[in-house]
């Protein structure tokens, strides 16, 4: 197991990459006055802005694989150049929620098995394939779904310093939840009907999963958000909410449209 640290070279080396995002030093660091929040409140703040850190890394690790296997197919150069900013993108919000945590008073500890962040593609066969169930998984319902929750968290947000940490991540995943959909557009007609009726496995599986943290949410305690509170956050039952209206618009009827026989049921949200 690894114990999940970041770290930074500094000197010219950051100083590139602060060139490269210069948004994320203009952001108000430093603000964040939790005098009034609560000790407990403060505690969950860390420990969800260190899972949000983790999260995002994990995300890295996934769409750079489907990048490769993108590569690999020959997929269309503009389509991959889109996506090669991806990894960058989830590299800033790995900083991005660390700092946060930083803010809310440090980090907690999350320790990890390295070698199992991500299931990586499953099904034998040509590199197309195999993209197409990365792309399907981690884009078509993971980064699909993200847009509209990160975009309610962000508009639940009331200090300047989370809505500028979750605007920029509003705005770079709002590429991200697209994309798996234009790789379905081009790849359609080369994919077969049993190759879909993979590709629709692949999104149950990886929707029952998401469901399954939803759940996990609805059984948490419930956190008592107070308006002007710094920490003020989207509360659990708008967020599911949300959620489920989200995976019927944003992941069950594209994917339907396209073709893909996905076979979980829309909620009556
Ligand atoms: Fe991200
Ligand atoms: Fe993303």
Redesign the pocket.
Known sequence: MALFELEMLGGAIEKRYRRMRPEVESMPWGTLDLSDVPAEERVRARLAWTQAAY??HR??VGVTEALRLLMQAQAPLDLIALGARFPL??TV?VELCARMAMEAGGGTEILYDPYQMIIGATFPGPPLLQAAELMVRFFCVG?AL?IPLLRGTWKAARHPLSKAVLGR?VK??AA?GTFGYMFLDWAEAKLTRSDRKLLGQAADLAIDAVMAQWEDLKRRPKAEWREGNALAWMATEPYLELAARSMNENVLAPLRERDIPVSRLPSGV
């Open positions: 999260q995002e995300t890295g993108d989830e919000h980064e993200s991540i770079d995943e991200h």
